[in-house]
């Protein structure tokens, strides 16, 4: 068990590493799109249904699934129709996120981020890379200030623990100013909301926002973790009464208060996670890369390997009734877990395409979504 504490010399600058996420590399050629994808309205589109979707949730008995070019679908009959909702931008749109049957929110590309007042029949947008970048900005520069005039007026005593902090604020003011002369280049991965207020935002570099009004005005929220080197943020789920963030390079986040504050956990490994599953009683499983999957009993205070079989990468887990686990990723790789966390059954879709996201669905066992639209899923596959 390691610390995620490397030293910054041996981490790369956030803006020269060739790799932002799997997962969202997908969807490049979604956003390849001629004119500003930011202010122009995503096109219906008779195949938006088989297009790449990368989120699937429930907004009341409805489901609402986001995708490349802003692509906005609804289903009310548990998938077996979906009619595709307007939206204000063309951007690849990431992950989705529902308080209830009619307020929700979209993040994606660009730095967007679309809000429902309607369950997804109807969206606005609230945020953007230009306004994201700016608030990183204003704040990276503000905290960078205060520094600086402590460290003026500090005591001797105080002054290399201040001086200490100097190269990381200097650093991340550079670097937030590097991104908003480069425009809109951050994409949002993924959303979550307390209530129809209080909620927080992610995404690549270290982006991180918070919104206490449902998303009309946000505020800058990287100080709230330790993450100097900018890594992608890829997931935020609430497992109980607690957050936790599955990160880039080994890095896990974990918040006891709404997110007020994030502490760094432990980590098993190196790679990157692309999220976390778990039960209200401190199960929790963190999957990643190459099949890397990793479980623990005590909230994330410690861990242990679970021997996947595979090497695909895991995107997406959802939690069933008796406490065992899906899992699902690259080349259409399904994975059954039971519920001490060994592998019972693995599966793989026969077009073999990357699936995105897997949800429990009471009528059909699993909803898929991906690279194909949204299939359903028996629960356990048979072994390969």
């Known amino acids: 068990m390691r610390k995620n504490n490397k030293p910054q010399s041996l981490i790369q600058p956030p803006r020269t590493r060739s790799s932002l996420c799997v997962l969202i590399g997908l969807a490049l050629s979604g956003s390849v799109l001629a004119g500003d994808a930011l202010e122009e309205s995503s096109l219906p589109s008779p195949l938006a249904a088989q297009s790449l979707l990368l989120d699937i949730e429930r907004a009341g008995s409805n489901l609402v699934a986001v995708g490349e070019r802003g692509h906005i679908l609804i289903s009310t009959d548990e998938a077996n129709s979906w009619q595709q909702a307007p939206a204000p931008v063309r951007v690849t749109l990431t992950n989705t996120f529902f308080v209830d049957d009619r307020f929700g929110w979209t993040v994606g590309h660009d730095g967007v981020v679309l809000k429902t007042e309607d ?153 990157s996670f692309f999220g976390i599953v778990g039960t209200e009683q401190g199960r929790l499983i963190a999957y990643g890369l190459r099949g890397n999957a990793f479980q623990s009993e005590d909230w994330g205070n410690s861990w242990h390997q679970i021997d996947t079989g595979v090497d695909s990468t895991l995107f997406s887990g959802t939690l069933l009734d008796d406490g065992s686990v899906v899992l699902v990723g690259a080349a259409g790789i399904s994975l059954h877990l039971d519920a001490s966390g060994a592998v019972i059954a693995t599966d793989r879709h026969p077009a073999r395409l990357p699936q995105s996201k897997v949800l429990v669905s009471e009528h059909k066992g699993l909803l898929i979504a991906g690279a194909h639209g949204v299939h359903a899923a028996t629960v356990s596959g048979g072994k390969e």
């Not at 129809?196 to 009004?213: W, Y």
């Not at 890829?234 to 009464?241: E, H, K, P, Y």
């Open 119 to 271: 369950g997804g029949n109807s969206w606005r947008k609230v945020m953007d890379g230009n306004r994201a970048n700016a608030l990183m900005l204003e704040h990276a520069q503000s905290q960078l200030a205060e520094l600086e005039a402590a460290i003026e007026s500090a005591p001797e005593e105080q002054l290399e623990e201040l001086e200490a902090q100097l190269e990381d604020r200097t650093y991340m003011a550079e670097d937030a100013e590097t991104f908003s002369d480069e425009g809109a280049s951050r994409p949002f991965l993924d959303v979550w909301f307390k209530d129809r207020n209080e909620g927080l935002v992610v995404g690549g570099f270290g982006l991180i926002l918070h919104t206490t009004d449902g998303g009309e005005t946000w505020s800058a929220w990287f100080d709230h973790m330790d993450n100097p080197s900018q890594f992608h943020l890829n997931a935020i789920t609430q497992i109980g009464d607690q957050l936790f963030i599955a990160a880039e390079a080994g890095t896990l986040y974990r918040s006891s208060d709404w997110g007020q504050n994030w502490e760094m956990l432990d980590s098993p490994y190196d790679g």
